[in-house]
């Protein structure tokens, strides 16, 4: 039996009423510079914000630049970020990243997809956090809130992978939504429609009482 999913029209009007409720337009992560931004996303995976935020202040202390982390050895770095998730293999993408940035992009972040990703330990969603958050691009990045609530709302397919998440989501709306739309639907999961039972109900009303009010303007 094929799933009931949402018309680009109706997507819309949740991602409105989501973006209406969590209108912040950028990361939870603290960064000054595309370089801090591209290593505290590398560090976010499979680790909360909160986590890489205690992390991250000493880390770019010891570390400010490329030049200066490529120079260090990984385990230096690991010491750094060990209270994260993964702290050794990630510590050995950060210096093999800022070597390449050296090497390949004289000490530059790049700003598109195929650069970024050609990064050591950098995937497509990474690049596109760095892309939309950090370049202000438009790029649909997603994680696991994004998965989470876009099946729970049936806008994607439920067998969806994160590629396929993304080609229908940006298929579904405008482009100039596209990176207001991760960063609300991020917050909306992350602190609404949690990953926990809860009742979803709540979730619906929330965003259904947005919506009638966004109506009657």
């Known amino acids: 039996m094929a799933e009931d999913l949402l018309s680009a029209e109706e997507c819309q009007a949740y991602v409105e009423a989501m973006i209406a409720l969590y209108p912040q337009s950028d ?87 195929t650069d970024l990703t050609s990064l050591p330990g950098v995937g497509r969603k990474t690049a596109n956090v760095v892309l939309g958050v950090g370049f202000s691009q438009a790029s649909f990045p997603v994680d696991t809130h994004i998965a989470r609530v876009t099946k729970r709302f049936n806008m994607v397919p439920e067998s969806a992978n994160p590629n396929k998440i993304e ?17 609300s639907i991020l917050h909306f999961g992350r602190y609404q429609c949690v990953a926990r039972k809860h009742d979803h109900q709540e979730c619906l009303d929330r ?8 109506q009657e303007n």
């Not at 965003?207 to 966004?214: D, N, P, T, Y």
């Open 167 to 183: 080609k229908i989501m940006t298929e579904k709306l405008p482009e100039n939504m596209w990176r207001q739309a991760h960063l």
């Open 207 to 214: 965003l259904h009482a947005v919506m009638a009010k966004q």
């Open 27 to 113: 990361s939870d992560l603290d960064y000054h510079n595309h370089f801090e931004l591209l290593c505290a996303v590398m560090l976010s995976a499979q680790t909360t914000d909160k986590a890489v935020n205690k992390v991250t202040p000493a880390l770019f202390k010891a570390y400010p630049t490329p030049e200066d982390m490529q120079k260090a050895s990984p385990e230096a770095i690991a010491d750094k970020i060990k209270t994260i998730g993964l702290y050794r293999n990630k510590a050995k993408f950060l210096q093999a990243t800022a070597e390449s940035l050296v090497n390949d992009f004289s000490g530059q972040v790049p700003d598109n997809l």
